[in-house]
């Protein structure tokens, strides 16, 4: 299991990385507050369950408004601001190639919440086909664990984080074009962060480990990276 505002481009364009936004927003809120501007609209893509699911269990089951998961993203939009009538969830099953792109056109902030990554991307990219949309976003995209990692062109998951319980990388979205590598709910085990470590030299690039309590904040234009609360970094041994 892994989990974009438009007034002129450079200033809004950012990617919010968390790993469980429900711990990490409390360190981010105050910094969002100062991005987010009055009445955005935001659009949340729920897409990433673990199975196939209809239309109906979408609806009715899986991100019922009011319901269970709904009110958790809900609940830390509230705090940047963000009102229960300027939010839209989109449903990959209703909702047309041209309403998901008019809907997320005329939005502020995209998000991208955590869960299966290989479903969100299957959605994305191949029934949807909204790809495009994605990855030239020029809003703020927030997301959430596979939502975060999918950000990236390409992105690796660690056997724990798994479903089939080995490290690999897979494609993503190209939001941004591997600037960086990171990590998703990462932990404090030797072993494990010397596999990050690992990443880091192998591809000659940082890799930030975000703990659950922990996000990036990264300026899609300017390169700004911002890290805030528990996130680690791991640097390329020049010698390695």
Sequence with gaps: MLFYIFVKVSDR????????????????????????????????????????????????????????RYNKYYNELKKIGISKENIIVCDPYKDTKDDLRKIIKNSDILLLPGGNPEMLFKKVLHDTEILYDIKYYQGIIIGESAGSELQLKRYFITAKNNYYKYFAFYDGFGVLDDPFYMDVHSINDERYLEKLQEVANDKKKNVYAIFDDGALIYNRDSSKLEKIGNVLTFVPNINF
Excluded at 44 to 56: M, R, V
């Design 13 to 68: 364009m950012y990617s919010v990385l968390f790993s469980k936004i429900e711990f990490g927003m409390d360190f981010v809120s105050e910094r969002l507050k100062e991005l987010v501007k009055p009445n955005s609209k935001v659009v949340i893509l729920p897409w990433a369950f673990p199975n196939e699911i209809t239309s109906e269990e979408f609806e009715k089951e899986y991100f019922l408004v009011d319901g269970r």
